[in-house]
Each structure stands twice: as C-alpha cells, then as structure tokens.
C-alpha cells in the first residue's frame, strides 16, 4: 500500500511538471506535443523504479583456520552484484538471501558497500557482521622413559585452550573430560612404543554456544620395554638397581633408567675367569656425574666378593680417575700411562689417580692378575686427550693402566663385572671380553662366550664362518710363535661341519711403526668327512710356503705332517670321553700346532 501511495504521488507531481514544461515551451502542433509529453512520461517512469537494497545479517564465531557464513538480505531485481568491504565481489547472486563463506586470520567486521541488481540500480548496504576467531586448543606430548616387562610409566600432556578437553591418542585411546593441564596417562605396553595426540577439542569455548574446535598435538613419548637380561657381544647381562637394558640399532647395549643413588647399571657374567673388559661408546659426564666399574669374584673361597673398582668422576677441569683395591689389601698403586707404543709415565701414586682434561670418552677397564701377582685395571680412551699427572707433564694418553704387585690376599678368580652410575642419562657398552689363559677373548659373529672352571664355552653357533671367538695371542707386544688352542670334544659328526682357525695381526718392523690395520696371516680348518676330517692349510700370506701341522685328540696324537699350503689327507679321530675339568694352573688340551 505504501508503494502504491508512493507511485501515485510521484505520477501526479509528474502531470504537474509536463503541464509546466508544455506552457513554457509551447510546441506549435498536436503531435510535436504528444511526442515531447511521451518522452517526459518515460524518463519519468524510469527515475520513479525502486533501488535494490542489502542489509547484512549477525556475525558469527569460528575456530582459528575454519570457516563460517555470512548472510545478505537483498530486494529489488535478481540477479544482484554484492561489493564487499574487503574488496571482494561476489556477482550472479540468483536469490536472496546471499552467503558466503570467510575464514578471516584475526576478527574482522564485514559489510557491504555496494549492491547492484538486474536493472542495474545500485545502493550502499546497510548493517555490518563482525567474524570473532577462536585460538586452537595445543597439546604437547611429553615423558620418554624406560621399562621392564610389565611395567608402567606416566606420560604427560601441556594442554592449552578451554577446559574441558579431550584427546585422541596415536594408538586409538580417547581421554576425555580433562578439565586441567598438564594431562596425564598411564602406559603399559608390550612393546616399545611411541605416545602422540592425534586429535585435542576443546568443548566448551566461553560465549560460543558449544563451539568445539580440533587440532593435532604437538610432541611425543616413547616408551621403551627392556628386559631386565640381555645377550650382548657374547656375554648375558643383568641390570642393576633399577636400570633397563636394551640394544640399539648398533646392536650395542644402552643402560639406561639410571637413579642417583650409584647402584643402577649393569653386569655381565664371566663365570670363572681371570680378567674382564668393557668398552663404553663416548660419554661426557655432567657435574657430580660418575661412572664405577668392579670385579667381583671368589676371594679365599668366599663367592661374590669385590675385588676391585676404578670409578671415573666429573671434575672442574676433565674427569678423574680414583681405584679401590683395598678388599684384596692394597691401598697404592702403579700407574703407566702410554701414548700409542710409548710409556710416558710410570709411578707410585695413593687413592686419588690423576684428571683427565677434557671431555670424558670411552674406556676399556680390565680387570686381571698383573703378572700373576695382583688385579689391575686398563683405561682407553677414544681419542688422545691430554693428561694431567700430578707433579708430572701434561701429554697425550690414550691407555691409562694401574696395577699392583703389593696384594696380602690373591683373587681365586672373577666372576662378574659391574658398571654402575650416577647422574646420568644413560650409557652404551659397545663391546665386553673375558679372559682366560692371561689373553682376552671376544665373542664373534653370533656367537656367545661364559667361563667355568679355567675353560672358554663358545656357543651359539651358527651356520657361517662368522661366527665364534677372537683369541688375543699377544703377551708383553710380543706373538708368541707358537700358540696352543685347547677344545673340548669336537666329533664334526656331521658332513661339512667345521671348526676354523684364522690368525691375523698387526706387522711391525723393528724402529717403524706397527701397520694401521690387521694382516690374515693364515688359516687352518678342519672339515667334517663322516669317518674323520680334513686338515686344510693356508699360510701363504706370511709366506709360509711348508706348515707343520699335528693334531691331537684329547692329547694324543692323531695325525701330523709338514705340508704345503693346501688339503692334508683325511685323518680319523673319533671323539674323546669327556675328561675332568684341569686344575686352574694346567695348560689347555692341544688341538694343533703351527710352528
């Protein structure tokens, strides 16, 4: 009605102006009149048309990175053409209302600044609509640690946002109604696994009217499951204190778990030998950090008893070195300190040892009768460093041995080694040996070592060449030029077993330096036939062109020759009766001999 009033008024102003208009210019004919009255009716009619109008409608709330909807009211003539505040255009907009979806960086306010319809008649718009933007919620997984087989650890979630949240974890747990952070989680697993958040929503967003808005979390937690024993180069290992054990991509054995009270770490069994080792990967010890290694063995009879320690702890300056030998009745040692073949220090020193400048690294700490006479223990570290001596010159070490020859009580034997530590992370044992006979021995390939009774167990062999014991041959740098290798029995009952004997070592000439890398030397091997075995000679490296082999079955011989490199004829030597255990100070049986 009220257009109709409207374009009722606007016709009779219209009369009113043509009747003027007429009067004033006074056309001389019926028809110049009646055209010029045509043309003022159309222009007319055209100004009377009603312009199109847009009338923006609410804001709205969205989550950082989302997407909400504006909506446009819009009258006269379809299609419309919308000009934004923010430059957009949006055309061919069929029907009204109009909308259109935004997802402003930060809060914005829209409105428009043009509206044009099919007539092509346009307006301002009128209203405005303000887009408020919600930050995302953040959860921050935390708390790598280590456990037993069954056991359990507590990792954490930093939470930011609006309470309460929920979260969706990697391995498809959903925690919910968590209405604090940090957000915590108790983990099981079987296997070493690793935490993450996959999802956190954040339900309730003040004055949002149940806004929820999702993101992924950030972090991790890996859970590594050890066993409390493990079989590392040869030996089987049990942790200490509340230490976990596990091995590395390296195949090296990782202690970690380790508390400040000192007896967390790791030991590794010998049976009955005379000495042990263990190599540490590259270690910097913290402030109040240490690092303690111990023979424990059988001392007048009485089983686990400790024999003696070398601890390394963290200094102003480097690390020191402290030895404590007094369970066998020695309260000073002898120090040498050698730098490659050269002897740079030897003396008498009390208790504390000497400081190693610079970062600590790793070592290789025997333990083992020092010419039948006392316990020592060997230090080598990764690369030369310089030593500080006290009273003495600073010079580059790279073997640190300490020794006494003043012992009251004589070790029967060790048993075990320890590694124990403090103020640490973790620590990686790369290798370990166990010596019998004065001569260390490392397992090779997949092969494992343990003593007993003054005799070397080699076990778990496998199907290749790789696998068994390196059998150091070297006394005072001196090889001996006849070296004796005592098996128990071997039948080789089945066709192409074989027991191989490999020698390599390191050349040195007189006044020169020893080569950088071991030399093959030679091989003998003994292969299975069925009735016997075949004795196969190879020491042309070393240019040996004649080789005197024997062979003795439990110490009597079966079989020798002096033979060019290449096949001996079969030898048959059936398998001996087992034969009791040698006393400790008896040779080992002999298999073979070069000489």
């Known amino acids: 009605m009220q257009r109709f009033k409207q374009q009722a008024q606007v016709k009779s102003d219209l009369g009113s102006k043509i009747f003027q208009v007429l009067r004033l210019l006074r056309p001389k004919s019926d028809f110049a009149r009646a055209l010029f009255v045509l043309c003022l009716l159309f222009a007319a009619m055209a100004a009377a048309q009603p312009v199109p109008t847009a009338t923006m409608g609410p804001g709205t709330t969205i989550c950082a990175g989302s997407f909400g909807t504006l909506s446009v009211t819009l009258t006269g003539t379809a299609p419309w053409t919308l000009l934004w505040s923010d430059g957009f255009p949006q055309t061919g907009i069929p029907?009204?209302?109009?909308l259109r979806q935004v997802s402003p960086a930060v809060q914005t306010t829209y409105s428009i600044t043009t509206v044009t319809d099919a007539t092509s008649a346009s307006n301002a718009g009128t209203g405005s609509a303000t887009v408020f933007i919600v930050a995302l919620p953040t959860a921050t997984v935390s708390g790598d640690a280590t456990i037993s087989p069954a056991g359990s650890a507590i990792i954490s979630v930093a939470l930011t946002g609006s309470p309460q949240w929920i979260l969706t974890?990697?391995?498809?747990?959903?925690?919910?109604d968590i209405i604090s952070s940090p957000a915590t989680r108790l983990v099981s697993p079987a296997a070493t696994t690793t935490y993450t958040v996959t999802d956190v929503v954040d339900r309730f967003v003040p004055n949002t009217e149940g806004l929820e808005?999702?993101?992924?979390?950030?972090?991790?937690?890996?859970?590594?499951?050890?066993?409390?024993?493990?079989t590392f180069s040869g030996m089987p290992n049990t942790s200490l204190g509340q230490a976990s054990l596990s091995l590395d991509l390296d195949n090296h054995l990782v202690i970690s778990n380790i508390g400040a009270s000192g007896n967390d770490g790791v030991s590794f069994a010998l049976g009955q030998a005379q000495f042990g080792a263990v190599h540490l990967a590259p270690l910097n010890l913290s402030p109040g950090a240490f690092v303690q290694v111990t023979a424990i063995g059988s001392l007048n009879a009485t089983l686990n008893q400790p024999l003696g320690s070398v601890t390394f702890t963290s200094a102003t300056s480097g690390v020191n070195i402290q030895f404590d030998l007094s369970s066998v009745g020695a309260f000073d040692a002898f120090i040498r300190i050698d730098n490659g073949p050269t002897q740079v220090f030897l003396g008498q020193v009390p208790g504390n040892i000497l400081e190693v400048v610079g970062?600590?690294?790793c070592f290789i700490p025997p333990v083992r009768p020092e010419g039948g006479t006392g316990v020592s223990a060997s230090v080598q570290l990764n690369q030369k460093l310089p030593i500080t001596i006290p009273g003495g010159p600073t010079v580059t070490g790279d073997r640190i041995v300490y020794f006494t020859n003043n012992v009251p009580?004589?070790?029967?034997?060790?048993s075990e080694i320890s590694v124990t530590g403090a103020g640490l992370s973790q620590f990686t044992l790369e290798s370990e040996a166990l010596g019998l006979f004065d001569f260390p021995h490392l397992a090779a390939g997949s092969a494992q070592l343990s003593a007993a009774?003054?005799?070397l167990t080699v076990s778990n062999l496998g199907a290749t060449l790789l696998d068994g014991v390196d059998i150091?041959?070297?006394?005072a740098g001196v090889v001996q030029p006849c070296f004796l290798v005592g098996l128990a029995a071997v039948p080789l009952s089945g066709v192409n077993e074989q027991v191989h004997f490999a020698a390599t070592g390191f050349v040195c000439e007189v006044g020169l330096a020893c080569s950088a890398s071991p030399t093959s030397f030679g091989a003998v091997d003994l292969l299975a036939t069925g009735s016997g075995f075949n004795v196969n000679v190879d020491y042309s490296a070393i240019g040996a062109?004649?080789?005197e082999v024997m062979v003795f079955n439990a110490g009597v011989p079966v079989g020798s020759a002096i033979v060019p490199a290449g096949t001996v004829g079969t030898i048959t030597a059936a398998s001996p009766a087992p034969s009791p255990s040698p006393a400790r100070s008896s040779k080992p049986r002999e298999l073979w001999r070069l000489a």
């Open 95 to 98: 029907s009204s209302p109009a």
């Open 169 to 176: 974890w990697s391995d498809g747990f959903v925690q919910g």
């Open 213 to 230: 808005c999702h993101n992924t979390g950030t972090g991790s937690a890996t859970i590594t499951v050890s066993t409390p024993s493990q």
């Open 359 to 361: 970062a600590f690294d």
């Open 409 to 414: 009580i004589m070790p029967d034997y060790i």
């Open 453 to 455: 009774n003054n005799q």
């Open 472 to 475: 150091e041959v070297e006394e």
């Open 545 to 547: 062109s004649m080789v």
